[in-house]
Nanobody, 115 residues
Framework: QVQLVESGGGLVQPGGSLRLSCAASGSIFSIYAMGWYRQAPGKQRELVATITSGGSTNYADSVKGRFTISRDNAKNTVYLQMNSLKPEDTAVYYC?????????WGQGTQVTVSS
């Protein structure tokens, strides 16, 4: 089992920045990749960014150049630095851990981009 706890969401103006954190605990040795997904009202959950245990990253086209995913292995924590935020980035952001064959999810954190 893997437990994920997210933090860092909130309200920010367009063009602003936020950093999300996701702390993992439990069977962390089994994790192959971690990532962030988001779900806006009335829409399906979508991938934002992922990072593997080897450090390879992948981003949705909509966030490339604005968001950066990183990890601190000593703290078992993954971060999502979000810059140049747009109103369309408004969503609940979920942390994910892929520990084959299982997927684990955090509780979600709200990000609202509005003036």
């Amino acid at each position: 089992q893997v437990q994920l706890v997210e933090s860092g969401g909130g309200l920010v103006q367009p063009g602003g920045s936020l950093r999300l954190s996701c702390a993992a605990s439990g069977s962390i040795f089994s994790i192959y990749a971690m990532g962030w997904y988001r779900q806006a009202p009335g829409k399906q959950r979508e991938l934002v960014a992922t990072i593997t245990s080897g450090g390879s990253t992948n981003y949705a086209d909509s966030v490339k150049g604005r968001f950066t995913i990183s990890r601190d292995n000593a703290k078992n924590t993954v971060y999502l630095q979000m810059n140049s935020l747009k109103p369309e980035d408004t969503a609940v952001y979920y942390c994910n851990a892929f520990a084959p064959p299982h997927d684990y999810w955090g509780q979600g954190t709200q990000v609202t981009v509005s003036s």
